[in-house]
């Protein structure tokens, strides 16, 4: 009795542990930000506001060009609050929708979720450049960590 009870207990847990759509990012700590304009490494002290994070670049110039026209690099800006743990995933990158287990996805160095493999193999299946674009270009999928 026993037996078929723990069993029953351990089926149920398995099925909810299979079912869930949670899907934990988690950033590195060693993580070095790059700059969404140039691509270099960050300098601590240049750095801009942006949708309730703070992102660096490797120098005033870059912010300048960055707040002249967020929506040019609002992609790898995202991607760099992502990385580096200022941003979670909320859900699939491109439709909004719940993210699915089994349906993971690096995109230059994030584990990214979505919510089928008709978003995955559209993201696996572009180039390095437009992956980013795909997953971080728009406000769906991402929100502010707490």
């Known amino acids: 009795m026993l037996i078929a009870n723990l069993r029953g207990l351990l089926a149920a847990a398995l099925f909810v542990a299979i079912s869930s ?3 934990v990012l988690a950033a590195d700590p060693k993580v070095d930000p790059k700059c969404p304009v140039s691509g ?3 300098d601590p ?3 801009a506001a942006f949708e309730g994070g703070k992102v660096c670049f490797c120098c005033e110039k870059c912010v300048k060009a960055f707040e002249a026209d967020t929506a040019k690099f609002a992609a ?3 991607q760099q609050l992502v990385a580096t ?3 979670k995933q909320s859900g699939c990158p491109l439709s909004g929708g719940p993210v699915k287990a ?3 996805l690096a995109v230059d160095g994030i584990e990214v979720g979505f919510c089928c493999n008709n978003c995955k193999g559209k993201v696996a299946q572009a180039n390095a450049d437009d992956q980013v674009k795909l997953v971080f270009g728009s406000d769906k999928g991402f929100t502010l960590a707490q």
Do not use: E, L, W
Request: aromatic share 6%; with cysteine; net charge positive.
């Open 21 to 23: 759509s949670v899907v």
């Open 40 to 42: 270099h490494p960050c």
């Open 45 to 47: 002290d240049a750095t």
């Open 76 to 78: 790898k800006a995202r």
């Open 85 to 87: 743990g200022q941003f």
């Open 102 to 104: 089994g349906t993971q």
